[in-house]
């Protein structure tokens, strides 16, 4: 336990290298020249309200644990090589899907992230060799490569671990907020204090929300933003297909305020809406 506390600690310093922050600069301007920007909310997994890297990245890696499995067993050397192949046509996807959501993470995550794009890389590349040597007939260099290739994929996939669940990528950083928030209906603030046509950041309990009060509605949102924790008060208010939005300042992803709804990513979840009702000119919320 205490290597793999050790290792954690590593990756954490190498959040914080600096001197990676000139080739990040180099990969994020080129991923950001090739795709556009629905192709990027496509890639994020907008269309489907979750990442979609990792859904991808179980085709590619599925595939090579049974190549791996199938390699043990004899007389199955032509599933194993399909097998190389289907996980090489599923990293593809699973690559860009990646690249889209690194190019729009924070600068620690992309330091790691550039690592863990690196080490993936070398198991593709030892998983095409390995294909191209079995379709040659030469199985038992295939299978060497391939070993290598998944012992690659596997340190990859370790690093990709770390950037979800200690690093936060892809997770929905406005959901611990939202657990937060007080049952019943909770007083925000007097209407009369609220400006109009503005979002303004008032708390209930002990977490921060956006409040904007429209010409007929008021609407509250939990503040921190979905893709990564932004501050959604001081983003601004625009409209899309006649629906009026609020913009994530950190990285653009847009919501539309009566009901979360993603509008633009990176994010892909929707913001949590709270209830709202005016008692006596007083604005009262709830979950």
Known sequence: MELLASGARRLDAVEQDERLDRPVGVVRAAVNRALS?????ALHGRWLGHPLHPAL????????VGSAVLDRIPGQERAATTLVGVGLAGAVPAVWSGFADWSEADPEQERLGLWHAAVQAAGNALYLASLVARLRGRQRAGRALGAAGLAAVTVGAYLGGHLAYRSGVGMNHADPAWRRLPRGWQ???????????????????DVPVLVY???RQVHVLVEECVHLAGPLSDGE????????????PWHGSTYRLRDGAVRRGPAVMPQPVLKVRIVNDRVEARR
């Open 37 to 41: 920007r629905p192709v990027k909310d």
């Open 57 to 64: 990245t179980d085709v590619a890696v599925g595939a090579w």
């Open 187 to 205: 007083v925000v603030d007097e209407l009369t204090n609220l400006p109009q046509g503005k979002p303004v950041r008032r708390a209930i309990g």
């Open 213 to 215: 009060r429209g010409p």
């Open 237 to 248: 208010v625009t409209v899309r297909d006649d629906e009026v939005c609020v913009v994530c």
